[in-house]
């Protein structure tokens, strides 16, 4: 099924979970006009997560169209190209070891108190075979819960930790520094999407534990509450296994893919050493969810 725009963009879904694929349109001129970047986003918003082929799109266009959505933000492991702060530069080489924190499920930086909002993810050089990106639908990831999960996990909410995933290959002294910078951020279990009122299940692989289930309604003594909890946690976090749930791409040089943080994980699949991948992301700033 195809549908077309006003824009005259034209879109195919690709699953009936999430995603769809852009034709006839260019990141370049989107960051200039802004009656299509208002339908790229109106899209983003319906599909979740966008694709495009093809793109002609320098850095400095790159940044440009993400800055469309709000500011830009840096990461504190990954490098930023140092002539464009925001645009994260993520590179494998067969020279270097391979980082094993790309395969897993998660929603970026949601150890950030305001984690962001979404993230344009371009394809600089990428292997023949190998090295796709997935996405979950979180969202319909909830909405497909069991009813009585759904009211357990209404009040609960969690923390998410950068010094327990990225920090945690690091020597303790930068581990701490890192966990000083940034401490564990507390969110909602269930978030609820600010623009399109959508409730979404927000938890992932920086989620560590839950910081209220310690109560008389989920704990009848003490010994309960570290099994209970953490069984119902790896539950939730594997919601985003499922492939009804799920979109893949294949990358090719010049695709681009853009998501929407607050509603989707995702997983880079790392199945393609010993080539290489280079990626370049830019991170827009999202608000503190509720």
């Known amino acids: 099924m195809t549908d077309t725009m006003a824009s005259t963009i034209q879109v195919q879904p690709l699953t009936c979970a999430l995603g769809a694929e852009l034709h006839g349109v260019q990141l370049a001129d989107a960051a200039q006009d802004e009656s299509l970047f208002q339908d790229i986003r109106r ?28 500011e830009l933000e840096d990461h504190p ?27 897993a499920w998660h929603t970026d930086a949601t150890w950030r108190a305001q984690p962001p909002m979404g993230c344009v993810l371009r394809c600089v050089e990428c292997p023949p075979v190998g090295g796709d990106t997935m996405w979950a639908n979180m969202a319909l990831a909830y909405e497909r819960l069991p009813e009585h ?56 692989g920086f989620t560590t534990h839950f910081t209220n289930f310690h109560t008389p309604a989920n704990v009848r003594v003490g010994q309960d509450f570290s099994p209970g909890g953490a069984d119902l946690l790896r539950y939730l976090v594997m919601q985003a296994y499922l492939p009804e749930y799920q979109v893949r791409w294949r990358w090719q040089a ?36 509720f």
């Open 43 to 70: 899209l983003l918003l319906t599909h979740k997560v966008l694709f495009l082929r093809e793109q002609q799109l320098s850095r400095a266009q790159h940044v440009a169209f993400a800055r469309r959505f709000g």
């Open 254 to 289: 010049n695709s681009v893919a853009i998501w929407d943080n607050r509603a989707t994980q995702h997983y880079a699949v790392m199945d393609y050493p010993p080539c290489h991948r280079k990626m370049e992301r830019a991170g827009i700033m999202g608000d503190a969810p």
């Open 149 to 204: 999960i759904k009211l357990q996990i209404a009040p609960l909410r969690a923390r998410h930790s950068i010094e327990a995933t990225f920090g945690a290959a690091m020597p303790i002294e930068k581990r701490l520094a890192l966990k000083a910078q940034f401490p564990d951020a507390e969110h909602p279990v269930v978030r609820t999407h600010p623009e399109t009122g959508e409730k979404t299940l927000f938890v992932n």
């Open 77 to 103: 492991v990954a490098g930023s190209d140092p002539e464009h702060p925001g645009l994260v530069r993520i590179y494998k080489s067969p020279e270097a070891p391979p980082d094993r924190y790309e395969n």
